[in-house]
T-cell receptor, first 114, second 114 residues
């Protein structure tokens, strides 16, 4: 199993550009999430999905869109990049329900918006 | 306002000694707590968890203690090893929780000196 994969690893955008961060998992997990990590802030939830076709907002959703057409894939779209979106982005997946242990995280995408 | 706080940004410990990482939370709805470990350029990996019905959970060298009345938890690593050097994140989950969402603290960087 590859686990959770993310592409690209690094990306530099100019203000106003759009892009999609890719995330895929091969563990047949129902739950998938996107987090961003900023210095001293820990990881903050952007959007999450409890299954194909179902998504919802997390703590910091503004400026980001998601969709979940398959169980495996959960792309994150930046419609018009802003310098405040400079961050490291992590995708995560897990089985449904709590108390079953961990979420599995991808290696991250480091995004810089100039 | 951060609901999960790790007040020590860094901690330095000698190899073989005990490492104690602390975490405080404010949300009374949190009832499941996790610790994640993160190496540079990698995603966080699950370390250990504890449910609010317990006050202690142990896994090898790692023990998590939960004090519900103080809204405080701690991670003990005994004995500490150089390979334990990483950033440790405390995370919490509330009930109900539709998407297995986690709220993270800001992280503590642990350095274990040989």
């Amino acid at each position: 199993n590859a686990g959770v994969t993310q592409t690209p690893k690094f990306q530099v955008l100019k203000t106003g550009q759009s892009m999609t961060l890719q995330c895929a998992q091969d563990m047949n997990h129902e739950y998938m999430s996107w987090y961003r990590q900023d210095p001293g802030m820990g990881l903050r939830l952007i959007h999450y999905s409890v299954g194909a076709g179902i998504t919802d907002q997390g703590e910091v959703p503004n400026g980001y869109n998601v969709s979940r057409s398959t169980t495996e894939d959960f792309p994150l779209r930046l419609l018009s990049a802003a310098p405040s979106q400079t961050s490291v982005y992590f995708c995560a997946s897990s089985y449904s329900g709590r108390g079953q242990g961990e979420q599995f995280f991808g290696p991250g995408t480091r995004l810089t918006v100039l | 306002d951060q609901q999960v706080k790790q007040n020590s940004p860094s901690l330095s410990v000698q190899e073989g000694r005990i490492s104690i990482l602390n975490c405080d939370y404010t949300n009374s709805m949190f009832d499941y707590f996790l610790w994640y470990k993160k190496y540079p350029a990698e995603g966080p990996t699950f370390l250990i968890s504890i449910s609010s019905i317990k006050d202690k959970n142990e896994d090898g060298r790692f023990t998590v203690f939960l004090n519900k009345s103080a809204k405080h938890l701690s991670l003990h690593i005994v004995p500490s090893q150089p390979g334990d050097s990483a950033v440790y994140f405390c995370a919490a989950s509330a009930h109900p929780n539709a998407g297995n969402m986690l709220t993270f603290g800001g992280g503590t960087r642990l350095m274990v000196k040989p």
